[in-house]
């Protein structure tokens, strides 16, 4: 029997992943511009997440907090809050939003009327 289906067919790696991708590189080098950081640290792995704290009004450092099991799902809940709250929305919007469904979130940002407020330190 030839099967000619590969893994090639699935969604993450077919035209879905690809959209899927595309859409959060847009939607975050959309909110990099509005919060005046380059739009391009998007689709820079690691440093896009720098940017994010930065936004966020958090030290570089919870880079690494973003490392521990556990801790990066209470500090990944911490920044959506803190970049919904730079943007003028709120904690709701930060955690549905911005954490559950992030890249509806981020478009939603992006394309909005959402002014960023360099958040106080």
Known sequence: MNDTSTSLSSPLLGGGGVVFGLLVIIALWKVFTKAGRPGWAAIIPIYNVYTLLKIAGRSGWW?????????????????????????????????????????IGYLILAFGGARYAKPSA
């Open 63 to 103: 880079l690494i907090l973003l490392l521990i099991p556990v801790v990066n799902i209470v500090v990944g809940i911490i920044v959506s809050l803190d970049v919904a709250k730079a943007f003028g929305k709120s904690g709701l919007f930060g955690f549905f939003g911005l954490f559950v469904f992030s890249v």
